[in-house]
Every structure is written in structure tokens, then in C-alpha cells.
């Protein structure tokens, strides 16, 4: 078993993610999406757009 102290942030976050999920359920359980926005976002993909990574974001958030 691993120690809590020998977890890294991403580890934690993780877990803290996951049991969140176990406890609430995930919202989107069961829901389909439509054809319309599965082809968008492969078009979204597909296009060299800048990309921002979740830390970013977070980062980007606390300055406000």
C-alpha cells in the first residue's frame, strides 16, 4: 500500500477525482452524443489549434 505522503499533486488529485466520481456518479452515465458534435470536435482535432493543458488553466484562473 502506498504511503499518502509518497503520493505526487497529479497521484492525489487523481484519487480525490476518482473517489468523487464513485460517490456522485458520473453525470454523463448513459447520455449519447449526437453525431453533430462528434463531428465537430473531430474537426476541432484536426485543426492546429493552440492547445491549453488543465495546469494551465488553473494557473490562468488564480490570476483573476
Known amino acids: ?3 499518502i505522503k509518497d503520493l505526487t499533486i497529479d497521484d492525489l488529485q487523481y484519487l480525490i477525482e476518482q473517489k468523487v466520481l464513485e460517490i456522485l456518479g458520473d453525470p454523463d452515465a448513459g447520455l449519447e452524443m449526437k453525431n453533430e458534435f462528434k463531428e465537430e470536435l473531430r ?22
Open 43 to 64: 474537426k476541432r482535432l484536426k485543426s492546429p489549434s493552440r492547445r491549453t493543458s488543465h495546469e494551465e488553466v488553473l494557473t490562468r484562473s488564480r490570476c483573476w
Open 1 to 3: 500500500m502506498v504511503s
